[in-house]
Each structure stands twice: as structure tokens, then as C-alpha cells.
């Protein structure tokens, strides 16, 4: 028998898609001046100025997706832990017998 799916109302959905629009930006910008602060800082070469900006830039759209898909509840992240069959079950239950 096959599950009922839920799905949000559109304002929420549209809400979420807001949310994670901003989130996104955010992040992106915060990481880029974090990175280019550093840059001028630590680096006199242009190649490794321009690569501490990129990581910055980086890590702030890691960290927005991974606000995003809290947003929406872990749709966006497939499930880690593929699911074991019963037979797999059966054979590793045995083994240890």
C-alpha cells in the first residue's frame, strides 16, 4: 500500500523557498568578506587571495545548505544510511550464531 504523502501548504513552501533564498545570500556574502578579510591579512599573492575568498565563499554555501535543509526538514539531504534488506539481516543474525 503506498503512503500519503504530505504536502505543504503553498505558503508555506513559498515561505521556505524565502527563508532559504536569504539564508543563502547571507551566508554566501558573510563567507566571501570572511575569506577576503583573511586574504588581505595573511596572503600577498593574488592566486591565494583569490582561493581564500573562493573557500570562504565555500564554506558559507555548506553552511547555508545545510540551514536549508533543516528548513526543510531534510528533504534536500538524502538519507545517509541506505536501508539493509531482510535477507542481509538473516545472513548477518546467522553468523553471529
Known amino acids: 500500500m503506498a503512503h ?9 513552501l513559498d515561505q521556505k523557498w524565502d527563508a532559504s533564498i536569504d539564508v543563502t545570500l ?7 568578506l570572511a575569506g577576503a578579510t583573511t586574504a588581505l ?8 587571495r583569490w582561493a581564500a575568498v573562493a573557500f ?9 545548505y545545510t540551514d536549508i535543509s533543516h528548513i526543510f526538514n531534510g ?4 538519507p545517509r544510511v ?5 535477507s542481509v539481516q538473516h545472513t548477518a543474525s546467522e553468523d553471529e550464531h
Open 4 to 12: 500519503a504523502v504530505e504536502r505543504p501548504a503553498p505558503s508555506q
Open 26 to 32: 547571507r551566508k554566501l556574502v558573510y563567507g566571501s
Open 41 to 48: 591579512l595573511l596572503f600577498r599573492s593574488p592566486t591565494t
Open 56 to 64: 570562504g565563499a565555500g564554506v558559507g554555501l555548506g553552511s547555508a
Open 75 to 78: 528533504a534536500i539531504i538524502p
Open 82 to 86: 541506505p536501508a539493509v534488506s531482510s
